[in-house]
């Protein structure tokens, strides 16, 4: 058996993949497993009740908060969506087609370097800038713009998706200049020969072809924001808490662990719904195009 | 030029918090705000005194140090099967391993809690938080040492084989330092997502907190937040050496391979 599996390249190569392999399905698909057993199941305080029941997820569908949440949560994680993906396209293509090949790695260092320092400390500098006597109020009132601070950008949904568009900028970024760095730049040039515009020429040929990054980059940021706690715990005040402060609650403070799971459950199913939509639609729209 | 302008707005933007740090952790006031009042080390002084803080950064360290090293070997064994030929189901498996990469990290926190507490009855420590930080570093680690495996030309260890040496020296010999600079490339970027992780670690930390987990509670006392500031320049002067470095062995570890350099992490 050991003879067989090392002396051919396939054998060698799964005899290689499997500490990573196993590893991920141990300490990922058997607690997902796990999870969403234990959304069948109750807890009584201390007492875990195994017995099936479908009792969490109709709590779930009958307590309006919970649906609430989820769908504040699902509106916060699509416009963080929308505004990091539309901020980062021009970025990305600006690397991509106007910096010289030898600097584009620095611009893509100076991009991810914030991404990865001090995420808490980072989301709280947020609330410096957009607070009440923070940065921006401070500054406007200073050059006489506004009289009083504006107030609608601290402790509410906003300040959640501007400080999560911050945190995942690089995220949309990577993707979407990989893929353009792909295009064939003769493409770009027959495209102009055969007399389109600089503008007809990015819609209809460079647009298309970086689909793939910009479908990269919708589902990199539009599934892990889902599950942030912090931004909305600091930023999102008594109206700007998200699905993920559910859960959070019912694991720690509230000792109700089995509907903090099936809250996880509905919110991964969830998301995985949308982003599955979001890809069938645009394979669809793509082959609708050629 | 327009679009120049712009991607340099768009930094300013990236770096806008961060540039913020300094000039709180300098300012002689409590009170995180602007106008400025005076210039003072003493939040810097708090730090060295501050022996929770100490055994909160000891903590981090030791879960870093760890994490680093097992999701680089993991890492490792990933980007060399990757870099191999054919074996099996081989996409489907490299994508069930990149799967923590998109996966939201509460979920990934609250499976491991379920299993590890309330299945199988363990108390919660250090080992629970590595486990899951491994986990969560592996696919970064792998993205940054599938530049250094692939395009290895292979006949370079087999001609080493041929030329009597194992399988294994062969690669020790050969590969091995070719790929250095990108497994040290690899630690480090590990090294820095772990110490830097604070969701996982705020639901599977034990008794003793990690860092993060100490600045969260740190944060929701006024008084204390000068000093946060005060760590908080310490921490990102700290990751801008580490990723420097780390970058540096990256591309190092790229031209070694012979592959051009397309740039970025992931």
């Not at chain 1, 090392?6 to 796990?34: C, H, K, M, N, Q």
């Not at chain 1, 875990?48 to 009958?62: G, K, S």
């Not at chain 2, 034990?206 to 946060?228: D, E, H, K, N």
């Amino acid at each position: 058996m050991w003879q067989k599996l090392t002396s051919t390249e396939g054998g060698r190569g799964l005899l290689l993949i499997s500490p990573p392999f196993f590893y991920a399905l141990v300490l990922l698909a058997v607690p997902l497993g796990a999870i969403v057993l234990f959304s069948f199941w109750t807890q009584d305080f201390m007492n875990l009740d195994t017995t099936f029941t479908l009792n969490n997820y109709r709590e779930i569908v009958e307590k309006p908060i919970y649906g609430a949440l989820l769908q504040r949560s699902l509106y916060v994680s699509a416009s963080v969506t929308l505004v990091t993906v539309l901020l980062a396209f021009p970025v990305a293509y600006f690397v991509s087609f106007h910096v010289r090949p030898e600097r584009k790695s620095l611009w893509l260092f100076l991009i991810t370097i914030p991404f990865w320092t001090s995420y808490l400390i980072r989301v709280f500098l947020w609330k410096v800038i957009l607070g009440y006597n923070g940065v921006i109020n401070s500054g406007l009132m200073k050059i006489g713009l506004i009289d009083e601070p504006l107030t609608f950008i601290l402790y509410n949904v906003n300040a959640v998706i501007i400080t999560l568009a911050h945190a995942f900028a690089p995220f949309a970024i990577l993707p979407i200049f990989v893929a353009l760095e792909k295009i064939d730049r003769s493409l770009l040039e027959a495209s102009q020969d055969l007399g389109e515009s600089k503008l007809m020429t990015f819609l209809r040929v460079t647009l298309p072809l970086s689909m793939p990054g910009l479908v990269a980059a919708v589902l990199i940021v539009f599934i892990p924001t889902i599950g942030d706690y912090v931004t909305p715990e600091l930023m999102g005040g008594a109206g700007g808490k998200l699905i993920a402060n559910m859960i959070q609650t019912q694991f720690l403070a509230l000792n109700n662990a089995p509907l903090g799971a099936a809250l996880a459950v509905v919110a991964m199913i969830s998301v995985t719904a949308i982003s599955l939509a979001f890809v069938l639609l645009n394979i669809r729209w793509l082959k609708g195009r050629s | 030029m327009r679009l120049r302008v712009y991607a340099v707005a768009y930094l300013v933007f990236l770096y806008a918090p961060i540039a913020l740090l300094p000039i709180f952790a300098f300012n002689d006031a409590t009170i995180i705000a602007f106008p400025l009042s005076g210039f003072t080390t003493d939040w810097f002084s708090a730090l060295a005194t501050n022996t929770a803080l100490h055994t909160a950064v000891k903590n981090s360290l030791f879960i870093a140090v760890m994490t680093a090293i097992l999701s680089t070997l993991l890492g490792m064994c990933a980007a060399r099967a990757g870099a191999m030929a054919r074996f099996p189901m081989k996409a489907g498996i490299m994508g069930f391993i990149m799967l923590p990469l998109v996966l939201p990290e509460i979920i990934v926190a609250v499976s491991l809690l379920v299993v590890v507490v309330q299945i199988m009855g363990w108390g919660l420590s250090n080992w629970t938080i590595i486990a899951a930080h491994v986990l969560i570093c592996t696919p970064f680690c792998i993205a940054i040492l599938n530049g250094a495996f692939q395009n290895l030309d292979p006949s370079m260890e087999e001609a080493a084989m041929d030329l009597g040496e194992s399988r294994f020296s062969a690669f020790r010999l050969v590969t091995l330092p070719l790929v250095a600079p990108g497994i040290v490339s690899s630690m480090l970027i590990a090294f820095t997502i772990s110490l830097d992780e604070f969701i996982i670690a705020f639901f599977l930390s034990g008794a003793s907190p990690t860092m993060p987990v100490y600045i969260w509670s740190m944060l929701r006392f006024p008084a204390s937040l000068p000093v946060v500031m005060a760590l908080g320049t310490i921490l990102v002067a700290l990751s801008i050496v580490l990723l420097t470095i780390a970058e540096i062995l990256r591309r190092r570890g790229m031209a070694r391979a012979g592959v051009k350099d397309k740039g970025g992490f992931l």
